[in-house]
């Protein structure tokens, strides 16, 4: 599953970003600009 998380609401979810990581519940978190570009990919660390 794919989360996709708009710039601005960044430093507001990044707790809730980092549980989806740890919990393995998406594989990866896509940042979007106002114009729904993409601009950042998150993924989690593979150990």
């Not at 970003?17 to 940042?31: H, N, P, Q, R, T």
């Not at 729904?36 to 998150?42: C, H, P, S, V």
């Amino acid at each position: 599953m794919y989360l996709i998380v708009r710039e601005k609401d960044l430093p507001y979810v990044l707790d809730q970003i980092a549980d989806a990581l740890k919990s393995g519940a998406v594989e990866e978190i896509l940042i979007v600009d106002e114009d729904d570009f993409i601009i950042g990919i998150i993924e989690p660390l593979k150990s």
